[in-house]
């Protein structure tokens, strides 16, 4: 998301306010051929659609290029204007980051091309690209890159403020799978992001100028072994079966018997008919099937089984899965802890964080985790010097997400008080650091010194190089 404004009417007059300038002018008929959305087009309501019911924020006017000239259209108007701006790219944030009151949005979906290289080891990948239109592109032709595990994630935004997943084990963040990008610069024109720009858009997104398209590397991979096990919490509870099974698989992987092409992710949810229940979602990344099956055993084996899913599919087939377990849009609050360990003081807390976790579709606990075997912690020295990514998050860690969420805004503050609970409870750990990926950390830390780290300073270096007169004001995560 990056930063320009226009309040409309049905016939091209905008009038609108920022930061407390009234401001007012004719779109030019330059623009004109660009779908473009006002307080009055009847589908204006429809595109301030988003994943957040909590968002209430009410741009000026949306913007719908088609094309990357039309981006460099909209940003070259608005600089004559003096105009400030937002981009969205897919609008799965629970904080709706992507409209600012009175400030346009430029809304990117239109750019979804998927275009792959002809050695097969890149592609080149729209802006405005949803995580599922990735996968599924890239499935018909027996490819794949890392992408968001909820089909309506953007994927440019995913990608480029570290990308975690079920496969980072086996292929790495999805921000280290970055090898160009295509940008509308300050100035208003189209650029090929050159080494140092691209080293901030790893890490820093849309700082430097709205991202049109990236190219990511790709991976041979037609099927893979995957589904959902739901463990049988009858017996020890809830709060007890998270801990063995979430311990347990920390345990399998510091015995080598959990290899890089396994991932497991343990998480809490409400599974409809059954109640609170404990799963985990696993994703087996090798043709070998055979070894698959053997270390899915080694996962059913942690606690009774309630039911298992798993079986052979296509990476569409298991984000469509996952992304039908969660509500279209929530209000509430998405808090996040990182770990460097299961010490018994976590352990602890997120015992206690269970048995008091709201039954609610919306409410979840899971865990994602690092581990050693991840070629962005393999290779992490090398990775870390072209990319603006938080270096301390290339260690192995684990990130417990806390979904204080919920459709039933009836239910709100019910959620939003265990989120919090459990927000401040976990970072009082001794184990807990306070580095989380920029887009799970919670309002409270989203400081740039906790966004990067010891990149910081390089970052805002690259920020006064290539923004020099704040253009792009508005992008998330914030350098300064």
């Not at 809304?107 to 998927?114: I, Q, S």
């Not at 490819?143 to 935004?157: K, N």
């Not at 590397?217 to 099927?223: F, I, Q, S």
């Not at 279209?328 to 990182?338: F, I, L, M, N, P």
């Amino acid at each position: 998301m990056n930063g320009a404004a226009v309040n409309g009417t049905a016939n091209g007059t905008a009038n609108g306010t920022t930061n407390g300038v009234s401001q007012s002018f004719s779109r030019p008929a330059s623009l004109d051929p660009i779908p473009w959305a006002t307080p009055h087009s009847p589908e204006f309501h429809e595109k301030l659609r988003i994943y957040s019911k909590d968002q209430h924020e009410a741009p000026s006017a949306i913007a719908c290029p088609q094309t990357a000239s039309d981006v460099s259209l909209i940003v070259e108007h608005c600089l004559q204007q003096n105009l400030s701006f937002t981009v969205r790219n897919g609008g799965h944030d629970i904080s709706g980051r992507c409209f600012k009151d009175g400030v346009l949005c430029i809304d990117l979906r239109a750019l979804t091309r998927v275009d792959i290289a002809a050695d097969r080891k890149t592609a080149r990948i729209g802006g405005g690209a949803l995580g599922g239109n990735v996968a599924a592109d890239l499935s018909a032709h027996g490819l794949f890159t890392p992408s968001p595990a909820i089909d309506s994630v953007g994927y440019v935004g995913w990608a480029t403020m570290g990308g975690w997943g079920a496969f980072e084990d086996h292929f790495g963040f999805g921000v280290d799978q970055i090898v160009a990008a295509t940008v509308v610069d300050s100035k208003g024109e189209i650029v090929e992001a050159d080494r140092d720009m691209l080293r901030g858009i790893r890490g820093a997104c849309g700082n430097f100028g709205v991202i049109v398209d990236i190219t990511a590397k790709l991976y041979e991979l037609e099927k893979i072994y995957a589904g959902a096990i739901i463990f049988d919490v009858s017996a020890a509870g809830v709060p007890d079966t998270f801990v063995k099974v979430a311990s347990g698989i920390e345990r399998l992987h510091d015995q080598g018997l959990l290899p890089s092409a396994a991932g497991a992710e343990p998480f809490i949810a409400a599974v409809p008919g059954v109640g609170p229940s404990v799963l985990v979602t696993f994703a087996w990344s090798s043709p070998d099937f055979t070894q698959g099956k053997q270390v899915l055993d080694r996962v059913l084996s942690l606690a009774p089984v309630a039911k298992n899913t798993v079986a052979e599919m296509t990476v569409p087939q298991m984000t469509a899965t996952t992304t039908s377990r969660v509500p279209a849009s929530q209000s509430g609050r998405s808090v996040a802890a990182t770990v460097t360990s299961w010490s018994p003081a976590v352990l602890d807390v997120i015992r206690e964080l269970a048995q008091e976790m709201p039954v609610d579709k919306g409410a979840t606990m899971m865990v994602h985790s690092l581990n050693r075997e991840s070629p962005s912690v393999q290779n992490s020295q090398n990775l870390a010097k072209e990319s603006s990514f938080n270096p301390e998050l290339r260690q192995p860690h684990h990130v417990i997400e806390i979904l204080g969420t919920t459709p039933d805004e009836s239910n709100r503050e019910t959620v939003l008080r265990w989120a919090e609970k459990a927000y401040h409870a976990l970072r009082k750990c001794d184990d807990a650091i306070v580095p989380c990926h920029p887009c799970l950390l919670d309002v409270e830390d989203r400081k740039p010194e906790n966004v990067f780290g010891a990149n910081l300073e390089s970052v805002q270096k690259l920020k006064k190089s290539f923004d020099p007169d704040g253009v792009f004001k508005y992008a998330v995560p914030s350098i300064f």
